[in-house]
């Protein structure tokens, strides 16, 4: 019984050695190019943020064929609030923490795209 629970064991633990000889290696940026990124994406995040008008309009009657006049100003209201929001936390706050953390900016948790054109 022992023998059987320890080749189990053994075969759990060896099932993920492939992994560790894997071909490619994760990219690193550098601190300064990680940096640089992040404001990019603010700044270009909060310009065509405008473009949350429109693409709210497609997605609103498109979701809500008959009741989308109702639900497109607090839509149009809310991405971009969301975006605003995201760009600003991009420019001037993430630079300061975004070496070796997760530098995703808020957009996505609100299920929104980095980019307004990203939209479907």
């Known amino acids: 019984m022992e023998k059987k629970i320890a080749w189990m064991l053994a075969g759990v633990l060896l099932l993920g050695t492939s992994s560790l000889f894997a071909m490619e290696t994760g990219k690193k940026e550098s601190a300064l190019k990680q940096i640089v990124s992040i404001e990019k994406r603010g700044w270009v995040s909060f310009l065509t943020s405008p473009g949350e008008v429109v693409y709210a309009f497609k997605e609103e009657r498109k979701d809500h064929p008959r009741a989308w006049p109702l639900t497109y100003i607090p839509r149009v209201f809310t991405d971009t609030a969301v975006r605003w929001g995201s760009s600003v936390n991009d420019v001037f ?11 995703a900016p808020l957009t996505r948790q609100f299920d929104l795209p980095d980019y307004v054109w990203q939209k479907e």
């Open 93 to 103: 706050v993430l630079p300061w923490y975004a070496v070796g953390s997760d530098a």
